[in-house]
């Protein structure tokens, strides 16, 4: 049996957060929807807690939308790196990878809308 086990696993699962951090950084630098998105998501959420609205959903709908952008870079990467050259099924990998973010993107706004409007609405006094 090992002993100390704990403190190892967490000694590990820091290294494995470190490497995720490495690729929030990475995405963050290169692409420019990560960024929108990433501030976007902060804006929501500044927007949520402001009108007093429930933040699970919409944090889950950013989480979503940050997820498949980042999904979407280790995937561009991978294409990138098998097949750099112009390929058909490369290009079938790119494209429904994007298409992934576009439909995840969709989704998340229309719960941003529907959770954030109405009571944006009655703050401004439009209602
Ligand atoms: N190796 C390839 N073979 C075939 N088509 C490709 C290839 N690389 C890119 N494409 C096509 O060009 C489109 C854009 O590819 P690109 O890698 O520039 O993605 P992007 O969304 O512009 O990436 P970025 O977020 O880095 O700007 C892809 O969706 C795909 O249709």
Redesign the pocket.
Do not use: G, M
């Given at each position: 049996m090992r002993s100390g086990g704990s403190a190892w696993d967490a000694r590990r699962w820091l290294r494995s957060a470190g490497f995720a951090w490495a690729g929030v950084r990475h995405a963050y630098g290169?692409?420019?929807?990560f960024r929108i998105e990433c501030w976007a998501a902060l804006l929501a959420l500044g927007l949520g807690g402001w009108l007093r609205v429930p933040l699970a959903p919409v944090a889950l709908a950013c989480a979503l939308v940050l997820s498949l952008e980042l999904l979407?870079?280790a995937l561009?990467a991978v294409?990138?790196l098998v097949?750099?050259?112009?390929?058909?099924l490369?290009?079938v990998a790119?494209?429904a990878a994007?298409a992934a973010v576009l439909v995840g993107s969709a989704g998340a706004l229309i719960v941003g809308l529907s959770v954030l409007l109405p009571p944006l609405l009655a703050r401004l006094g439009l209602t």
């Open positions: 290169t692409q420019a929807n979407n870079t561009e294409v990138d097949s750099p050259e112009w390929h058909a490369a290009r790119k494209d994007a």
